[in-house]
C-alpha cells in the first residue's frame, strides 16, 4: 500500500507542471500565512474575502473582453481596491466591514452577471465553479503563470523579512508609529498592495471562496501557542508550508479538488494546535 | 530660535473649539508640566504637538532640528491591544525604528539601548513575557521604556504616573528629573499631580478652554489661578 503510494507519487512528480505546482503552491500559502498574522490583528481576517471577490469581478471582465493574460487585468484592480479596503478601514464614517462586505458581494453579482451574459464559454458554471473553489488550477498552470508565481511569492517574502520590524510597528500601535516619524501612510498602502498580490496568486491555489482560510487557520493557530510576535511568524509559516504540502500531496493522490483539500488540512491541524494550547497554556513562553 | 513655539494656536474637533488662544514657547533643557481640569484639551494639545492633528488656526514652529525621530510619546490610558502576541522586549525596540532608516534589523546598540530602559522603567525581568499577561501599571512601564527609547531631545508624556503605585509614580518623576538635567532632554508632560508638578517643572501651562497661565514654576505657585487651583486640588484629596 505504502509502496504503491509512493511510487506513484514519484511518477506524478516526475511532470514538471506537477514539481512546479507543487513548489508555487508551498510558496503561495508561505506568503498568506505571513500577511495573515498582521491582518488577523489588525481586524482585517475578511479583507481576503472581500479582495478575493473583487479579484473574481475583474476576471469575469477579462474573461468577457477577452484578454490574453488576464492577471493584467484582475491585479491592479485588486490593488486598487485594497487599498480603498484599508483606508475606509481607518475612516470612522465609513465601517470597515460594511464597506468590505458591499464591495464583495457586489463584485461577486457583477461578475457572475457578466459572465452569464456575455461569456462564449458553454460550461459557464464549471467556469464560475473553478474560479470559487479553485478546482484544478493549479495543475493547470501555464508556464509563465508558473514565473510569474514564482517572481511575486519570492518579492512578497523577501520585502516582508526586510519590513519586518516596521510591519511590526505599524500593526502594533499605529498612532505611536506615527509620532515618532514612521510614514504610517506609506506602509499601510505597501501592506495593502502586498495583501493584494498574496490574493491574486492565492486565487489560483485554493480559488476566491477559501483564501480566508489560507489567511486565518495558520494565524490563529500560531496565537493559540506562542506569544511573541516572531514565533507567531514563524510558527504560522511553517503550518501553512505543511498544511499546503500535505493538501496537495493528498489531493494528487486521491484525486480531490487542491484548494478543498489544503483547506481540510488547515482546519485539522487548527484543531490540534487549539487543543494542544488548552492542553498546556505554558507551552512556549515567549 | 526656541526649540518649540505655539503662536496664537486653536485647537478645535469639527468646529468645535478646545482650546483657544495659545501661545507659548519651550526652550532646549525646560520642563513644561500642563495641568488642567477632565477635557481641558491637554491631551488634545500633545497629539497636535506630535503633527497627530492639525491645529485649526496658528502656528507650531519647531527649531534647533527637532524632528519626529527625535521625540518620545507616551499615550495617555495606552491599552496594549488585547490578544496581541508581542513581548515587552519587542514592544521596547520598537522605538528605533524612527532612526532605523531602511535597516532591515536591530543594531548591538539598539539592542543595549532597549534593554537600558527596561532596567530603567523596571521591566527587565519582564522582557520575554507576553504584553497581554501584564498588569496595567507594568504596561505603562513597558510603553514607558519605548519612549524613552525614542526620545532623544523631547519626551511628551501623557499622565505617566496615572495607574503606577506611589514608589513607581516617585521613581518616574526621578528617573525624568535626571534626563531633563543630565541629558538635557526637554519634557513635557500631562499631570493632575499639581505638588509634585511644581515640585519637578521649570514651566507650567494651565489650560481651561484657554490658557489661563504660563509661566515658570515659581510664578506659578505665586499666581491666583495656581493659589486656587492648588488650593482646591489639596481640599479634594
Ligand atoms: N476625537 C475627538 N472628537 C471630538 N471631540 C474630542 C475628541 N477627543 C477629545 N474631544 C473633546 O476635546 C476636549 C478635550 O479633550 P482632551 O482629551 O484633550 O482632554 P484632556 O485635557 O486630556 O482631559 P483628561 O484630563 O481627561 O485627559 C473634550 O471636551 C473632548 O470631549
Ligand atoms: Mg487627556
Redesign the interface.
Known sequence: MMAALTSMLSQYFQYPFVRYAFAVGILIALCSSLLGVTLVLKRFSFIGDGLSHVAFGALAVATVVNVQNDTLVVFPITVASAILLLRAGQNAKVKGDAAIAMVSVASLALGYLLLHLFSASSNISGDVCGTLFGATAILTLSAADVWLCFAMSLAVIVLFVCFYHKIFAVTFDETFARAIGVNVGGYNIFIATVIAVVIVLAMKLVGSLLISALVIFPALSAMRLYKSFRSVILFSACFSVCAAAIGMTVAILAGTPVGATIVTVDLLLFAICFALGGLRPHLGRA | MALLECRDVTLAYEGHTVVENLSFCLEEGDYLCIVGENGSGKSTLIRTL???KKPSAGQILYGQGL???S???L?QQ?AV?Q?????VE??V???C??R?G?R???TKEEKRQAEDNMRKTGVSHLA???CR?LSGGQQQRVLLA?ALG?ATKLL?LDEPVAGLDPQAGEGLYGLIEKLNRREKMTVIMVTHDVAAAVKYASHILHLAHRPLFFGTAAGYQQSDTGKSFMRWTKGEG
Open positions: 506630535l503633527h497627530l524632528q519626529h525621530k521625540i518620545g510619546y499615550p495606552s491591544p490578544d496581541f502576541p508581542a513581548t519587542e514592544i525596540r520598537s522605538a525604528l524612527s532605523s531602511w532591515p534589523f536591530y520575554k513575557r507576553c499577561e519605548r525614542a511628551l
